[in-house]
């Protein structure tokens, strides 16, 4: 699968990091299950992108 855009990109690479945690917070698998049913195409805006941006990062932060 061709990743067309950076936003591609990053959805792909949120969705790995957050398969890989043991536990996640309701509010963030709810997120995780919709990018992940998505059948066609999934439309967010910047609010969701902020979201995911700030998650990646606490985890980064959080890991040594």
Same mark, same amino acid.
């Given at each position: 699968m061709m +990743?067309? @855009?950076t936003s591609e990109e990053a959805? &792909? =690479?949120w969705? /790995? +990091?957050v398969a890989s945690l043991p536990k =996640?917070?309701?509010d /963030? @698998? +709810?997120l995780? $299950?919709? $990018?992940?049913r998505a059948m066609k =195409? +999934?439309?967010v @805006? &910047?609010?969701v992108i902020d979201i995911m941006q700030r998650f990646k990062d606490m985890l980064q932060r959080s890991r040594p």
């Open positions: +990743l067309k @855009n959805f &792909s =690479i969705v /790995t +990091l =996640i917070q309701p /963030t @698998n +709810l995780y $299950v919709a $990018v992940t =195409i +999934l439309a @805006n &910047s609010l």
